[in-house]
């Protein structure tokens, strides 16, 4: 099954409750929700308490994207948050299987996140600690860029690499998550997809339309 998370940043904040009720009831899987620190990215968005205050609103799975150098001196920040799911960048610590492993030891799902420029296989000797895989499509930091279209070919390979080593893996997706580029990352082995100003935040639809055109454009 293909889960869809919509991307908070994308939110307007003067609203965000109500957007996360509205969501919820419109039939998204998980929420994911960026943080990132003005130095491994540069930009800022949302914080411990923001999400501790949206917590309350839903059940569906908070997926937490930490943007940020030394995410391991920050995990217990965001599972206090709320967290079910945390991911880090590969490139943000020197310490990967042990940040990883002390999310799983907390009872959360522990993702990985890898740049657009990161090889896969920065990934070969954590599989075994690893939930989800996030592929970003685009550099990150902010909303609203240009899918990078090698990103489908790296998909490909992540595909090939984890069905030759034995896992079985969600594979996420985030970055400009839309309508052109849904068929090709399904395609190539994407089951999460983060959808922002491409396919949900979007001015002239309701999020219960937007979800639905979603769900039927993907099934
Ligand atoms: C970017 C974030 C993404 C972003 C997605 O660094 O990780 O989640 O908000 O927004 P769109 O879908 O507009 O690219
Ligand atoms: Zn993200």
Redesign the pocket.
């Known amino acids: 099954m293909t889960l869809i998370g919509p991307?908070l940043?994308?939110a307007d904040m003067g609203v965000l409750k109500e957007s996360v009720i509205i969501l919820d009831q419109a039939g998204v899987d998980f929420f994911?929700l960026?943080v990132?620190d003005g130095s491994f990215?540069p930009n800022f968005t949302m914080g411990p308490d923001m999400i501790k205050s949206i917590r309350p609103y839903t059940k569906k799975p908070f997926d937490v994207?930490l943007?940020v150098k030394n995410p391991e001196n920050h995990l217990s920040t965001f599972i206090e948050a709320g967290a079910d799911m945390i991911s880090v960048h590969t490139e943000a610590t020197e310490h990967l299987q042990r940040t990883l492993q002390t999310i799983r030891d907390n009872g959360l799902r522990a993702g990985v996140a890898l740049n657009p420029s990161t090889p896969i296989e920065e990934l070969k000797y954590v599989l075994d600690v690893v939930d989800y895989i996030t592929v970003?499509t685009?550099n990150?930091?902010?909303?609203?860029?240009k899918f990078i279209p090698l990103m489908y070919q790296k998909l490909s390979d992540l595909k090939d690499m984890l069905f030759k080593e034995g896992y079985n893996i969600n594979i996420q997706v985030?970055?400009?998550?839309?309508y052109e580029t849904i068929p090709g990352v399904l395609e190539n082995g994407a089951n999460m997809l983060?959808?922002?100003?491409?396919?949900l935040?979007k001015p002239d639809i309701t999020f219960e339309e937007a979800v639905t055109n979603l769900r039927q454009f993907i099934e």
């Not at 990150?140 to 860029?145: D, H, M, T, W």
């Open positions: 991307s940043m994308c994911h960026d990132m990215v994207h943007m970003m685009v990150p930091g902010f909303a609203g860029q985030d970055g400009n998550i839309g983060v959808c922002g100003t491409s396919s935040f």
